[in-house]
């Protein structure tokens, strides 16, 4: 079996995801917006009192790595698929000869080829103006960052079954903000209410953040953590498999 | 594989005491004669919400052939065609395209089928010619995205997005994206809709050359014209049953017999007309005179008229075509 089909597609998907402004500016241009704004109220400070006495924005960055891995999950790949399947693209691709793996394999490259480049960004900018400090373990950055891709590629794909790109874009939209405010992107856990603390509990982004600050704030890594982001991953995965739809 | 498959289907057709097929060495020169079938359906079924959309249709397609599937909107024809691309689960019959079966055999049956279907689209920002290097890395061996542009006449618009394409532009990159993996055998729904009568020409010659050159094809279509120009062969589908299955000139010779003698002529009696071999009845209408008969009416009246000193300029005969076959069997009443 060729790679030719996974390699024409991850370019030709690639060269698609730039033609829309809306996604890229979305994508790349959103996590760091919040970086200046958060950074400029905190600085890099410690405080004991919040951020279990890590800098404000060493915290912030892994968490806005596990962001930008959320906004490609939730609302690029699940809207353009919906689009894909509104528009009788998949109808076509699936009359013809195209390897499965390939238009999912290509999705998933192409995704992943954005969070990197968000995500680098992201460490970018906080480097240059807030003088972070460098991750604890790399590798265990990388690890971390390869499973918020596995997670929220999953979600994606399960978020991708709603019939309609309307509905795929509400969807997402409403998991992203809610994500965004209460999985540690946002506000320090310790100054949420009780209630807000209980939605954290739910929503996968909290787990991936805790999950990618772990190595790089060199903090213990809880197994909990783990185990639930993979069961989320699995669980997604496996009803999208059930239940998406080509036309 | 591709042989094993076809031997395969062969050998159980022989075993089952039926005459074997004839073995074609030229099939070009074979037009209209059922070769090695490339599609053979049995009772194919497919039921939405208990109504029966396909009801029992049975046919097949030799290698080489232009076969036509025509009917009226809604007379099962994408359905059917649908079915024989794996792209719907069949509820009965059986059906087996390039030997295989579509239901389970569905990955490499579109690895050697093309399908241009209705009702789909591209991504709105996709070039022309990167959709056609896009489908044409599916498969190994498959045609040069270049070469197809240029037959189809999309060279100048290589590089503009699906989006900005006319309605006829769209269509032919379609079918060259149906043509794109070099296929055995080609679906083409409604494949001149949209298109110009000079486009509609060309993509008559071109869907030729393509067969020409040892492509089967399976034209789904609502232009009676088309499928008379082009079809080795047509099925005629009607509430989801085949009413009529041959070649246009037999359906023409079975349907229509009807041919219409025009000629314009000065007032007068030409009440005699009537007594010519083979005229069934005479009318006037605005000058003209209209005259129905069957077999070589047209001689007859000429003679006629001749005998009688009377010499039109404009005498001609209207030959029954297939549209009236079409509406003599499916009757006139219009669904739209």
């Known amino acids: 079996m060729s790679l030719r089909a996974l390699q024409t597609s991850a370019w030709t998907e690639a060269k698609l995801f730039v033609r829309e402004p809306m996604t890229v500016a979305f994508t790349l241009v959103l996590p760091l917006l919040f970086l200046f704004v958060l950074g400029g109220v905190f600085g890099n400070?410690?405080?004991?009192?919040?951020?279990?006495?890590?800098?404000?924005?060493?915290?912030?960055?892994?968490?806005?790595?596990?962001?930008?891995?959320?906004?490609?999950?939730?609302?690029?790949?699940?809207?353009?698929?919906?689009?894909?399947?509104?528009d009788g693209v998949l109808r076509r691709l699936r009359a013809s000869a195209a390897p499965r793996w390939a238009v999912f394999g290509s999705q998933a490259i192409v995704a992943s080829v954005i969070a990197l480049a968000g995500g680098a960004?992201?460490?970018?900018?906080?480097?240059?103006?807030?003088?972070?400090?460098?991750?604890?373990?790399?590798?265990?950055?990388?690890?971390?960052?390869?499973?918020?891709?596995?997670?929220?590629?999953?979600?994606?794909?399960?978020?991708?079954?709603?019939?309609t790109s309307r509905g795929a874009l509400s969807a997402g939209l409403g998991l992203f903000f809610v994500m965004m405010m209460l999985s540690g992107a946002g506000p320090p856990f310790e100054v949420m209410t009780g209630v807000m603390r209980h939605v954290s509990d739910v929503l996968p982004l909290t787990y991936m953040t805790r999950i990618l600050q772990a190595p790089w704030l060199g903090t213990a890594l809880a197994w909990r953590d783990l185990a639930v982001a993979l069961a989320i991953a699995l669980a997604a995965a496996t009803t999208a498999r059930a239940v998406f739809r080509w036309e | 594989m591709a042989a094993c498959g076809t031997v395969s289907w062969w050998e159980q057709r022989e075993d089952s005491g039926r005459a074997p097929w004839v073995i074609a060495v030229g099939v070009a020169q074979l037009k209209g004669t059922v070769v090695e079938p490339v599609i053979v359906v049995e009772g194919l079924t497919k039921r939405y919400g208990g109504t029966a959309v396909v009801d029992g249709v049975s046919f097949e397609v030799g290698r080489g052939e232009i076969f036509g599937i025509l009917g009226r909107n809604g007379a099962g024809k994408t359905t059917t065609v649908e079915c024989l691309e794996g792209l719907r689960r069949a509820d009965g019959g059986r059906m087996r395209v390039l030997g295989l079966d579509p239901a389970t055999q569905a990955a490499e049956l579109r690895r050697r089928i093309g399908s241009q279907l209705q009702e789909s689209a591209l991504p709105q920002r996709i070039k022309v010619w990167e959709a056609l290097r896009w489908f044409a890395s599916f498969v190994p061996g498959a045609r040069d995205p270049d070469q197809l542009m240029t037959q189809w006449g999309l060279q100048d618009k290589r590089n503009t997005h699906f989006s900005d394409l006319s309605g006829g532009q769209r269509q032919r990159l379609f079918i060259a994206l149906a043509l794109v993996n070099d296929p055995e055998l080609v679906f083409l729904d409604e494949m001149t809709t949209g298109l110009d009568?000079?486009?509609?020409?060309?993509?008559?010659?071109?869907?030729?050359?393509?067969?020409?050159?040892?492509?089967?094809?399976?034209?789904?279509?609502?232009?009676m014209e088309e499928a008379e120009r082009l079809c080795d062969r047509v099925a005629v589908l009607e509430r989801g049953t085949i009413v009529a299955l041959g070649t246009p000139g037999a359906l023409i010779a079975e349907h229509a017999r009807q041919i219409t003698v025009r000629f314009s002529a000065e007032a007068g009696d030409l009440g005699w007309l009537a007594a010519?071999?083979?005229?069934?009845?005479?009318?006037?209408?605005?000058?003209?005179?209209?005259?129905?008969?069957?077999?070589?009416?047209?001689?007859?009246?000429?003679?006629?008229?001749?005998?009688?000193?009377?010499?039109?300029?404009?005498?001609?005969?209207?030959?029954p075509n297939l549209e009236e076959v079409f509406l003599s069997i499916t009757g006139r009443r219009s669904d739209e």
């Open chain 1, 45 to 86: 400070k410690p405080n004991p009192k919040y951020y279990g006495g890590h800098g404000p924005l060493d915290f912030y960055v892994p968490a806005y790595i596990g962001l930008v891995w959320a906004s490609v999950g939730l609302l690029a790949l699940p809207v353009h698929l919906a689009r894909y399947r509104e």
């Open chain 1, 121 to 163: 960004l992201v460490i970018a900018a906080a480097a240059l103006c807030y003088h972070i400090h460098a991750p604890r373990s790399v590798w265990g950055v990388l690890a971390a960052w390869l499973l918020a891709g596995v997670v929220f590629c999953c979600a994606g794909l399960l978020l991708s079954c709603i019939p």
């Open chain 2, 197 to 223: 009568p000079a486009a509609r020409h060309t993509a008559w010659d071109l869907v030729r050359a393509v067969r020409d050159a040892g492509t089967s094809v399976v034209l789904v279509t609502h232009f």
């Open chain 2, 276 to 319: 010519v071999a083979g005229v069934d009845q005479v009318a006037r209408r605005n000058g003209s005179v209209e005259v129905q008969g069957t077999g070589p009416v047209l001689a007859e009246v000429a003679a006629a008229l001749v005998g009688h000193g009377i010499r039109p300029a404009d005498l001609r005969a209207d030959q």
